[in-house]
């Protein structure tokens, strides 16, 4: 009868025009049958998100988790409390008995192909079994320990592909005293060192949320609410940032009280806190003097390493998510020169001076926009004079250098009384 019907929808951040915010959620969890009201989930189906009511109508809601003492809906809801409704997450749902690593091995490939390379930001959680008992190795389940390897290789073949992903792991169920928890920043086999640079472990969960569940799900980790604080950022900023990004809502009674997914409230836990950081998990924490919780850091699965010319590794999720971010705009500023025609010195065979200005300028423009929208430092590209266009693979040698924006990572300072300034 109204002719028009516009309704209210909840208010969020601003969507990310470039795309920035788009993010996968890969989970396993049972199917759901179509029914009345209900369109419902099929295994290994895409299905793409914008609010968490598209969720509930595929049958996806609190009573489903409920049910089937899972936390999808959990997941999808905390990450629209933190990135905003408008923001698209993907969704893939895998068969009950898979692990993170089948999620990764069966089903994320075709995730990432079928949402047109969108996903920027991919989270993997894991619904054990009625009948879980976990293995643990390095003070980890052993689904979540043998996650972190597949989840580079994960984004080594989506940075071949040219769909750079960065991988959010949950960490459930943390083991053991932390001294023998495994240190991500130094995962050694042998004498090499796996540089997981895009993968990030989350133990972080809703204590009170946590304690409403029973069993193993108490040992969850609210790896969607650090999903949606990556997707409402920058991709230069540090998810832990403490003056904008409080992840707790006293008015929601969410994130009141924050632990451990080994079910612990940090209070109980504070002289390990600082061990678990320096060992690369991500965790909600407090800061004396502000209210609420904050992510403790955006580690990563390796150790920071910068060489004697000054290259340095994606250390952190901010250069992870940069350098795939610079990566996509080169890409397509230089896809359409690809198969073009290009005049060559008739001395040489080579490209002339003005030809190799032309094609850097082709690349530093999309570092000019990264920089003036403030995600990078700055950034230069490098032809290769010696490129032959006309024999061969006939291939614009290139090669491409960005300078990260910096974080404060924290503050260090003296104080002290005295008589006089």
């Known amino acids: 009868m109204r002719g028009i019907s516009i309704n209210k929808g909840a208010v969020g951040p601003n969507a990310n025009l470039q795309g920035d915010s788009i993010s996968g959620l890969l989970v396993n969890g049972p199917g759901v049958a179509a029914t009345a009201g209900v369109s419902g989930v099929v295994h290994g189906t895409l299905y793409p998100l914008e609010k968490v009511k598209d969720a509930e109508d595929l049958g996806i809601d609190a009573a489903y988790d409920t049910a089937n003492a899972v936390r999808i809906h959990r997941h999808i809801t905390e990450f629209y409390r933190r990135a905003g409704e408008g923001t698209k997450l993907y969704l893939v749902v895998g068969t009950e008995a898979s692990t993170m690593d089948d999620l990764m091995t069966n089903y994320a490939p075709a995730m990432v192909a079928e949402s047109n390379g969108e996903i920027r930001r991919l989270a993997v959680a894991y619904n054990p079994p009625a009948a879980y008992s976990p293995t643990y190795v390095d003070g980890l389940e052993e689904v979540v320990r043998e996650a972190i390897s597949s989840a580079q290789n994960l984004h080594n073949w989506s940075w071949e592909t040219d769909r750079p992903l960065n991988i959010f792991v949950e960490g459930r169920g943390i083991n053991g005293s932390v001294?023998?928890?495994l240190d991500l920043r130094n995962i050694t086999t042998g004498a090499v060192v796996l540089q997981a640079t895009n993968v990030s472990v989350c133990i972080?969960?809703?204590?009170?949320?946590?304690?409403?569940l029973s069993g193993q799900a108490r040992n969850f980790a609210d790896v969607g609410t650090m999903l949606g604080t990556s997707a409402r950022i920058s991709v230069n900023?540090?998810?832990?940032?403490?003056?904008?990004?409080?992840?707790?809502?006293?008015?929601?009674?969410?994130?009141?009280?924050?632990?451990?997914?080994?079910?612990?409230?940090i209070t109980a836990v504070e002289a390990d806190?600082?061990?678990y950081d320096n060992k690369g998990y991500i965790f909600g924490m407090s800061y004396t003097g502000i209210s609420g919780y904050r992510w403790n850091n955006d580690h990563v699965c390796a150790p920071a390493v910068a060489d004697a010319n000054g290259f340095m590794n994606e250390s952190?999720?901010?250069?992870g998510l940069t350098l795939g971010k610079a990566a996509r705009?080169?890409?397509?500023?230089?896809?359409?020169?690809v198969k073009t025609v290009v005049p060559v010195d008739t001395k040489t065979g080579l490209l002339s001076t003005g030809m190799i200005k032309y094609f850097e300028g082709i690349g530093n423009?999309?570092?000019?926009?990264?920089?003036?929208?403030?995600?990078?430092s700055g950034g230069k590209t490098y032809v290769d004079p010696t490129s032959d266009l006309l024999t061969g693979d006939k291939a614009l040698k290139v090669s491409f250098i960005v300078v990260p924006t910096g974080t404060i990572g924290e503050i260090k300072g003296t104080i002290n009384l005295k008589t006089s300034l």
Not at 204 to 212: H, L
Not at 329 to 337: D, G, T
């Open 316 to 319: 952190c999720i901010a250069y």
């Open 204 to 212: 972080g969960q809703d204590w009170d949320y946590a304690e409403t």
């Open 329 to 337: 705009s080169l890409r397509n500023q230089l896809l359409p020169k």
């Open 179 to 181: 001294a023998s928890m």
């Open 365 to 376: 423009a999309a570092f000019d926009n990264l920089a003036g929208r403030g995600e990078i």
């Open 273 to 275: 806190l600082s061990t």
């Open 237 to 265: 900023q540090n998810i832990g940032e403490v003056e904008t990004l409080d992840i707790s809502s006293a008015p929601q009674k969410i994130w009141v009280t924050a632990g451990l997914s080994n079910h612990s409230k």
